[in-house]
């Protein structure tokens, strides 16, 4: 049982075991587990009692000194939760995750989030696709469907509808544990079913004909798949198509913002991409969505203006 004497470290692990374990995905509980070690490392002898403002801070800026502003903000999304329930109990008297200042080191020289159309159009063109599945495969596949990397990793081919030109999403590929076996999907809303382009769907249909039906098309047999070993394929094709580096991930976030310069509605690509909401979508995409509203105040004020 907690009480106000308590390590915080032991009533945060415990927390994540009560209100955690079995309720979130492995990958997002294993950032829990993280956590759960930084508070060890920065703060081993401070107890729920102890636990104000000044030293919840302290614990704040000492994990900054190495970290990310970013990174920082997601450990204390991490401890507000468990301090905030502490409070609801009764072991903490006030809330000392109040007004805490967010600090982190200057954040690294990171990859472009995504690429404008012309730039991809040459990315795509530098694939080599022949007969055998491969990353260029993959790549093209993730740039025409905005796939995540589990969920492509995941794909097999019964998951594809070639006479309806449809691709259905209902797992992923545990790709970060030893294990390396189905999971399920990020959220309810990430299962979906995706329409492809009909050159898309040709490839693929004779490109999988011939492959096990219930088997991931791009995972070989005994091996692993590795996230960075997919960017690493990436970027020198990046590089050899002479436009700007990006990863995996940023060919999604490329897949997004190409259709949402073409118009497509924030609701259609949230769908698309298994966003739970549309504000998720709005908030990866605000300065684009931004940038959409100041050409449509454009527009609307020549029309407004031709009615005089």
């Known amino acids: 049982m907690a009480h106000k004497n308590?390590?915080?470290h032991r009533y945060f692990h415990e927390w994540m075991e009560l209100y955690k374990k079995g309720a979130v995905r492995n990958v997002t509980y294993q950032k829990y587990e993280m956590t759960h070690k930084h508070i060890v490392a920065l703060a081993p002898t401070l107890t729920l009692a102890h636990l104000n403002r000044q030293a919840y801070q302290s614990l704040l800026n000492d994990f900054a000194v190495n970290h990310e502003r970013l990174t920082t903000m997601d450990l204390h999304h991490h401890l507000k939760a468990a301090i905030l329930d502490a409070i609801d109990e009764g072991l903490i008297k006030r809330d000392p995750t109040r007004k805490a200042v967010i600090k982190g080191t200057v954040q690294r020289l990171h990859?472009?989030?995504f690429l404008h159309q012309r730039e991809l159009s040459k990315l795509l063109e530098s694939l080599k696709l022949n007969q055998n599945i491969s990353w260029d495969y993959f790549i093209l596949l993730?740039?025409?469907t905005g796939l995540r990397f589990g969920e492509a990793l995941g794909l097999t081919p019964t998951d594809f509808n070639f006479s309806e030109q449809r691709l259905t999403i209902n797992k992923t590929w545990d790709y970060k544990s030893q294990s390396s076996d189905f999971a399920p999907t990020k959220n309810r809303s990430s299962i979906r079913k995706i329409p492809l382009d009909w050159h898309t769907s040709m490839?693929?249909?004779?490109l999988i004909r011939?492959?096990?039906k219930e088997k991931p098309?791009?995972?070989?047999?005994?091996k692993r798949a590795y996230n960075e070993t997919a960017n690493d394929h990436l970027e020198r094709l990046c590089k050899r198509a002479e436009v700007p580096v990006i990863s995996i991930h940023g060919l999604r976030h490329t897949h997004a913002s190409l259709l949402l310069y073409a118009g497509v509605s924030v609701a259609s690509v949230a769908k698309r991409l298994g966003h739970a909401n549309m504000s998720t979508t709005q908030k990866t995409y605000l300065h684009i969505i931004q940038e959409l509203e100041n050409q449509d105040n454009d527009k609307i004020m020549r029309y407004l203006t031709s009615l005089t």
Request: cysteine-free.
């Open 142 to 144: 993730i740039a025409k």
């Open 217 to 222: 098309i791009f995972i070989k047999k005994g």
């Open 6 to 8: 308590q390590l915080f």
């Open 210 to 212: 011939d492959l096990p």
């Open 111 to 113: 990859k472009v989030k």
């Open 203 to 206: 490839q693929f249909s004779q």
